[in-house]
């Protein structure tokens, strides 16, 4: 077995504590399409393991007379998890300390996500938890695109929160919480047109492989059915210079792999004079010393352009792995969806990618049943997978949601129609996933090893293409480095090997 240190002469990082014991601690590990829960994961390879701190306290006396705790707890995508990464740099810079229990805790946290109606419901029932047992002093507060969404109807609808905060006034966190401090209990930030992007020298970052680092906040697409335009604000890259040295430091920290974020993370424009273009920030960041994978998520097909595809044949520390949602393979339901691409333009990004040098894996998201589509346009999604080949797909049910112009289209497809199509888009996804893994068997793929399963010698990582590889190995501390593994076998969602 070829076990190759991360990042240069550097071992597995050191320099977070409780990093490997936390990985250790993680559950089975998913992969491509595994995750269908439509509330909370909408990018695939989200990590699954519990990163939350222990308590460090006693644990059975309330900590808020112990004064500075606070309990976050995050729904929705990669940027969520990052934005509290952030949220809880801020809050332990001024002194809190986090607990794994909302019930121990003086702060409650919830950084929420609204992209489909199930997402929005959860977060409402858990906050209906506290209508009896929060305690006295203890301040809850709803975080992130749900707060943003519903603003001070949060207030009338759980009276017993102090907080409302959406993710384009986090630059104020620290006032607020400041706020919250000297006792205020109604404190909101909802503006939505920010120019500065939650920067924050104080990140504590949960996944102790993968490091996320959001080049663009925001969203300037429209599209009908979507709530991120307002929930996110506007577009707003960070200036390359910035990212760049957020890059030296995550890799002076030990990570090798970094995934820059970003709704439509391609559609990055530089707002510093050197205007880099996306493509050569990619180069970029892959030339950082000690950077070893390098993603991006998630990827705006109009905005896909051969630069991109280029610079992932000529740097190899760039993943082999593009997630290009498609959402429809009609397009006229992608007209209703103002996309902005034709089925056959998202077929020419497909063609440009297959062709590519290096061999790429191609992910996606699809709705069905969005307002009025047919049973041939659904067909013709399923044929637009049945072309495109899939190594891993998110698939949701249309659902409608506030404020956004497909609310008001007529020909609403009923529920059971959409679970009907939803399953058999799935069905269909797995036989392809389950041909292209098949596929692999036989070759070898470096894998950074993330956990160790309770089963002896058993081990799991990540591949460039983001394959969860399942494997056996001998080796010893080999958690962080970069292994050699040969697949011996393949299920629609992982691979199993040995190194
Ligand atoms: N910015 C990304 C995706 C953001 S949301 C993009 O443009 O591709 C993640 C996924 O959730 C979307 O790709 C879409 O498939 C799904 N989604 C968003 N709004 C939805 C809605 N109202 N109903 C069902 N699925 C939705
Ligand atoms: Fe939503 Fe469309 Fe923006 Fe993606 S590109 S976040 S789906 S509006
Ligand atoms: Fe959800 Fe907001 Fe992300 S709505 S998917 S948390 S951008």
Redesign the pocket.
């Known amino acids: 077995m070829g076990v190759v240190p991360g990042g240069g002469s550097a071992p597995a990082p050191q320099s977070h504590p409780g990093r490997i014991e936390r990985a250790l601690e993680g559950g089975p590990y998913r992969g491509f399409g595994e995750t269908q829960d439509?509330g909370t994961h909408?990018?695939p390879g989200a990590p699954e393991e519990n990163t939350r701190e222990r308590p460090q306290g006693s644990g059975t006396r309330p900590a808020l007379q112990g004064g500075r705790t606070f309990y976050l707890e995050t729904f929705g995508?990669q940027m969520n998890e990052h934005d509290s990464e952030k949220v809880a740099g801020v809050l332990l810079a001024r002194g809190y300390r986090q607990v794994e229990s909302p019930e121990v805790a003086a702060v409650i946290l919830y950084n929420t996500c609204s992209?489909?109606e199930k997402a929005a419901q959860k977060i409402f029932s858990r906050l209906g938890e506290y209508r009896f047992t929060r305690k006295e002093g203890q301040v809850i507060g709803v975080l992130g695109c749900l707060a943003q969404q519903e603003g001070e109807e949060i207030f009338a609808r759980a009276p017993w929160v102090s907080l409302v905060c959406g993710s384009a006034s986090y630059r104020k966190l620290p006032e607020f919480i400041k706020e919250l401090e000297a006792g205020n209990t109604r404190v909101t930030g909802l503006e939505t047109d920010t120019d500065e992007t939650f920067e924050t020298e104080m990140t504590r970052r949960d996944n102790p492989w993968r490091a996320y680092l959001t080049i663009i906040e925001g969203?300037d697409?429209a599209?009908t059915?979507?709530?991120?335009p307002f929930t996110r604000g506007p577009e707003r890259s960070r200036a390359s210079a910035s990212v760049l040295e957020e890059v030296q430091q995550i890799a002076d920290l030990g990570y090798t792999e970094v995934q820059l974020l970003g709704?439509?993370v391609n559609s990055y424009a530089d707002p510093s004079a050197r205007r880099m273009r996306f493509s050569e920030l990619l180069v970029a960041v892959a030339e950082v010393p000690g950077i070893r994978r390098v993603r991006f998520m998630?990827s705006?097909p109009r905005d896909f352009g051969k630069d991109i595809v280029e610079a992932i044949e000529a740097v190899p520390a760039l993943c082999d792995h593009v997630h290009l949602?498609v959402?429809s393979g009609s397009t006229a339901v992608l007209r209703a969806m103002a996309r902005t691409y034709t089925r056959e333009e998202y077929l020419e990004k497909i063609a440009m990618l297959r062709g590519a040098k290096r061999r790429i894996s191609i992910t996606t998201?699809?709705?069905v049943g969005f307002p009025g589509e047919t049973e041939k346009e659904f067909e013709e999604t399923l044929s637009l997978m049945d072309a495109a080949q899939y190594d891993g797909a998110?698939s949701?049910?249309?659902?409608?949601?506030p404020n956004?112009p497909s609310l008001k289209m007529e020909d609403a497809i009923p529920e059971e129609e959409k679970s009907r199509r939803l399953g058999i888009l799935q069905g269909r996804q797995r036989e392809i996933q389950i041909a292209r893994n098949a596929r692999l068997v036989g070759e070898v793929f470096e894998v950074l090893v993330e956990g160790k399963s309770r089963r002896e010698n058993q081990w799991m990582g990540h591949t460039s293409c983001n394959r969860v590889l399942n494997f056996t190995s001998r080796g010893e501390e080999i958690l962080g480095h970069y292994v050699q593994v040969r697949v011996t076998g393949a299920g629609p969602n992982s691979l199993v090997g040995e190194g």
């Open positions: 439509p909408s990018v995508c992209i489909r969203c697409k599209c059915y979507c709530v991120v709704q439509t998630t705006h949602p959402q998201d699809l709705i998110f949701f049910k249309y659902s409608p949601r956004t």
